[in-house]
């Protein structure tokens, strides 16, 4: 088949297929032009929205990243010096409580020597009863048979008197120093309560003792005004209570067991008249 050129163009002249030519290529600069414009138009505007929307997002999220590490670093640090301190404070307080439990053997010990000492003495509470009563009858009969020496007689009762309570005070005493071990105990298993009953008990003991040996009232009275003040401290869960509670136990055994004692005066012999 072959091709036919239309008949307005084959038999149009050539000025106006020129003129035809020149407007064709307007027609395509004038296309070309605006296409640039728009490629360039998009350019300039669609460069910097990119950037904002794309780049700029992703350094924000770059530097959040940074500094999310850094945190997680120094929190990691930070939980690393704490479990080394409570690493510390565990073996501390492991120390403490291998001490503690030397302590409680050493005060069980000395609780089983308090009460041997508190059985010898009540072993022989029954022959000074029996002495005393001995004496009151040797009394009784030097009074039937000495009238002149009714007043030696009567001083001899007194001091028979006198040695009763002091003996009777002193097993108080014991009884009071007894209940302070027992208070120590209860403290070193942290039983606080109990411990406080067990002083007021000891309160108790001490009372009596001052009842009995006047002679020793005003060291009784300090010894009582401390053990209100020990009360005080174990009620407060103070450090200062054990401290306190061996210092007092300690003072009530020296007057228990001083460290020097007078020589006890001789009994008189009554003299029987003729």
């Given at each position: 088949?072959?091709?036919?050129q239309?008949?307005?163009?084959?038999?149009?002249?050539?000025?106006?297929?020129?003129?035809?030519?020149v407007?064709?290529?307007?027609?395509?600069?004038?296309?070309?032009?605006?296409?640039?414009?728009?490629?360039?138009?998009?350019?300039?505007?669609?460069?910097?929205?990119?950037?904002?929307?794309?780049?700029?997002?992703?350094?924000?999220?770059?530097?959040?990243?940074?500094?999310?590490?850094?945190?997680?670093?120094?929190e990691?640090?930070?939980?690393?010096?704490?479990?080394?301190?409570?690493?510390?404070?565990?073996?501390?307080?492991?120390?403490?409580l291998?001490?503690?439990?030397?302590?409680?053997?050493?005060?069980s010990?000395?609780?089983?020597?308090?009460?041997?000492?508190?059985?010898?003495?009540?072993q022989?509470?029954?022959?000074?009863?029996?002495?005393?009563e001995a004496?009151r009858?040797?009394?009784?009969?030097?009074?039937?048979?000495?009238?002149?020496?009714?007043?030696?007689?009567?001083?001899q009762?007194?001091?028979?008197?006198?040695r009763?309570?002091?003996?009777?005070?002193?097993?108080a005493?014991?009884?009071?120093?007894?209940?302070?071990?027992?208070?120590?105990?209860?403290?070193?298993?942290?039983?606080?309560?109990?411990?406080?009953?067990?002083?007021t008990?000891?309160?108790?003991?001490?009372?009596?003792?001052?009842?009995?040996?006047?002679e020793?009232?005003?060291?009784?009275?300090?010894?009582?005004?401390?053990?209100?003040?020990?009360?005080?401290?174990?009620?407060?869960?103070?450090?200062?209570?054990?401290?306190?509670?061996?210092?007092l136990?300690?003072?009530?055994?020296?007057?228990?067991?001083?460290?020097?004692?007078?020589?006890?005066?001789?009994?008189?012999?009554?003299t029987?008249?003729?």
């Amino acid at each position: 088949m072959t091709y036919q050129q239309p008949a307005s163009e084959s038999s149009g002249s050539p000025v106006l297929r020129a003129i035809g030519g020149v407007l064709r290529f307007l027609v395509r600069f004038i296309f070309v032009l605006i296409v640039g414009a728009l490629v360039g138009a998009g350019l300039y505007f669609g460069v910097p929205w990119a950037y904002r929307s794309v780049v700029q997002p992703v350094q924000r999220n770059s530097a959040r990243v940074a500094a999310l590490e850094q945190r997680v670093a120094q929190e990691q640090t930070r939980l690393q010096d704490e479990n080394l301190a409570l690493q510390e404070r565990i073996a501390s307080l492991e120390a403490e409580l291998t001490a503690l439990e030397e302590e409680s053997a050493v005060l069980s010990q000395d609780l089983e020597e308090a009460e041997a000492q508190i059985d010898q003495l009540r072993q022989s509470l029954p022959q000074v009863q029996e002495d005393l009563e001995a004496q009151r009858d040797a009394a009784e009969t030097a009074h039937s048979r000495l009238e002149g020496a009714v007043t030696d007689l009567d001083e001899q009762t007194a001091q028979v008197v006198q040695r009763t309570d002091a003996l009777e005070g002193r097993l108080a005493l014991l009884q009071t120093a007894q209940d302070l071990l027992k208070v120590r105990l209860l403290l070193l298993e942290e039983n606080a309560r109990d411990a406080r009953d067990t002083l007021t008990l000891a309160t108790a003991h001490l009372e009596q003792a001052m009842a009995l040996m006047p002679e020793q009232g005003e060291k009784l009275l300090e010894l009582q005004g401390r053990m209100t003040e020990l009360n005080r401290l174990i009620e407060e869960r103070s450090f200062r209570a054990g401290p306190e509670l061996e210092s007092l136990w300690a003072d009530v055994i020296d007057l228990i067991f001083p460290a020097t004692a007078p020589p006890a005066e001789p009994t008189p012999t009554p003299t029987p008249t003729s």
